[in-house]
Nanobody
Framework: QVTLMESGGGLVQPGGSLRLSCAAS????????MDWYRQPPEKQRELVAA???????WYEDSVKGRFTISRDNAKNTVYLQMNNLKLEDTAVYYC????????WGQGTQVTVSS
């Protein structure tokens, strides 16, 4: 069993920054399997950032150059640094562990508004 706890969401103006954190507890295999999704209002949930093979990272096209995923293995925590936020980044952001059967955090709201 794995429990994921997100934090760091909030209200920010366009161009602002936020850092989301996701702390894993329980039998998480590695922070390598953790990634970030988001679900904008009335839209489907989408993958935003993940770790890929060879220690690389993957980003959804619209966030490339603005978002950075990172991890602290000692703390079993993954981060999502979000810079130059745009109105369209408004969504509930979810931490996910790609470890059978798949685990989700409760989500944290990010609202970008002027």
């Amino acid at each position: 069993q794995v429990t994921l706890m997100e934090s760091g969401g909030g209200l920010v103006q366009p161009g602002g920054s936020l850092r989301l954190s996701c702390a894993a507890s329980g039998s998480i295999r590695s922070t390598y399997v953790m990634d970030w999704y988001r679900q904008p209002p009335e839209k489907q949930r989408e993958l935003v950032a993940a770790f890929s093979s060879g220690g690389n990272t993957w980003y959804e096209d619209s966030v490339k150059g603005r978002f950075t995923i990172s991890r602290d293995n000692a703390k079993n925590t993954v981060y999502l640094q979000m810079n130059n936020l745009k109105l369209e980044d408004t969504a509930v952001y979810y931490c996910h562990a790609n470890q059978f059967p798949g685990y989700w955090g409760q989500g944290t709201q990010v609202t970008v508004s002027s």
